[in-house]
T-cell receptor
Framework: TQLLEQSPQFLSIQEGENLTVYCNSSSVFSSLQWYRQEPGEGPVLLVTVVTGGEVKKLKRLTFQFGDARKDSSLHITAAQPGDTGLYLCAGVETSGSRLTFGEGTQLTVNP | DTGVSQNPRHKITKRGQNVTFRCDPISEHNRLYWYRQTLGQGPEFLTYFQNEAQLEKSRLLSDRFSAERPKGSFSTLEIQRTEQGDSAMYLC????????????FGNGTRLTVT
């Protein structure tokens, strides 16, 4: 059983569409991070959310941390082919210190 | 370039051989992590160091795996008696101390065991 469940696992959309990726858990996290990974490279941090209910925006990307700090979502507006990649959520449980990753959402944006 | 550096980028070995990977973290960072990633999956935690101390090891890290960070700078990950199931991307990351500090990843070492 994965500590962090991401959905959908795969997403293929047309340029200009909107999408939302979800990251869910039964555990409470002291913080949650979103990363993006391209083939042959390591993940790169997009954002860290810390406070329950927090919303952060990064250009066309909107990140939300659930009120109970158990889940998060990533919304992309007007997706572009350059958004293609593996999106990973990762969290540190309140009782731990290791950063645990979800299985990822593979996003493909077709021109 | 002051990012995280991993060597080699690719390693092909025969089953039963030993392999060693090296990671050079960002010099100001005192934490160093090893993760393993298979195709289409998220990274799986293996172990992490704070300075030279190995603070946590995953149960995934069998007795064939050993990691060191002798001087609190670079780290090595050794796999003894490799098996085909060890084939994966091995990622190293570093960060400042603190559970909210973002991880900076290297580009990984891709291991193929034939």
């Amino acid at each position: 059983t994965q500590l962090l469940e991401q959905s959908p696992q795969f997403l293929s959309i047309q340029e200009g569409e909107n999408l939302t990726v979800y990251c869910n858990s039964s555990s409470v996290f002291s913080s949650l991070q979103w990363y993006r990974q391209e083939p042959g490279e390591g993940p790169v941090l997009l954002v860290t959310v810390v406070t329950g209910g927090e919303v952060k925006k990064l250009k066309r990307l909107t990140f939300q941390f659930g009120d109970a700090r158990k889940d998060s979502s990533l919304h992309i507006t007007a997706a572009q082919p350059g958004d293609t990649g593996l999106y990973l959520c990762a969290g540190v449980e309140t009782s731990g210190s290791r950063l645990t990753f979800g299985e990822g959402t593979q996003l493909t944006v077709n021109p | 370039d002051t990012g995280v550096s991993q060597n080699p980028r690719h390693k092909i070995t025969k089953r039963g051989q030993n392999v060693t990977f090296r990671c050079d973290p960002i010099s100001e960072h005192n934490r160093l992590y090893w993760y393993r990633q298979t195709l289409g999956q998220g990274p799986e935690f293996l172990t992490y160091f704070q300075n030279e101390a190995q603070l946590e090891k995953s149960r995934l890290l069998s007795d064939r795996f050993s990691a060191e960070r002798p001087k609190g700078s670079f780290s090595t990950l050794e796999i003894q008696r490799t098996e085909q199931g060890d084939s994966a991307m091995y990622l190293c990351a570093s960060s400042f101390r603190g559970n909210r500090s973002p991880l900076h990843f290297g580009n990984g070492t891709r291991l193929t065991v034939t």
